[in-house]
């Protein structure tokens, strides 16, 4: 099995599972170029996973489902009408024909029923975790962002994390503000910044990645800390005040 990164709008991805002959996707924005890329490499689709509501992420699963009857997992929320599987925390699917088993966890701060899938190695974080970054907190706040991060920094180091976004390079750009002397974000700078001169893709990142470079995650280190409380004029005393004020930060950065 290969994971493909289909690119849609500015700067999404649809992650495509692929083998010889099938195809599933997660969070596919638009229908066109997964429809496109399919009828190229002659390839039958068999699911669909959704990490959360927004069009962006689940506005070609109609188009799709208009060609391939298959099931489509995604949050209990009825604002995602194509859901067939209404997945809740600890629920499990299986993609059909590829033999693998994803975990679903709830992690809302981007949304309020915005859900990972994880297993086989892999997580799909959609919006909420971004490499080096996480998402704006639409519907949620601070604490239930905190929770969910720190919910997902709990899965072994080498999962490999697909996002939903190619955002790496500017959320870098901020983190280094954050922490000037990271020297793990100094390295992922200059790799990120080489791979889209080159027009390749800064993922998937890592979850060990992640807990030596995201701001976000690393908001009990004393340099995150010390940058939040600067942000904020004042002395910031638990993890969530400090995600808080990062994540205020980064909004006008
Ligand atoms: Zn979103």
Redesign the pocket.
Known sequence: MEIIPLRAFADNYVWTLRDAKRAAVVDPGDAAPVLEYLEREQLELVAILNT?H?A??VGGNAGLLDRWKVPVFGPDDDRIREVSHRMKDGSRCTVPHFGIEFEVSEIPG??RSHIAFHGAGLLFS??TLFAAGC?RLFEGTPGQMHESLSRLMRLPDDTRVYC?HEYTVSNVRFARAVEPDNAALRELEGRAKQQRAQDQPTLPSTIGQEKATNPFVRVRESAVIAAANRYAGKTLNDPVSVLGAIREWKNSF
């Open positions: 959360h927004h962006d992420h981007h949304t959609g919006d998402g939903g």
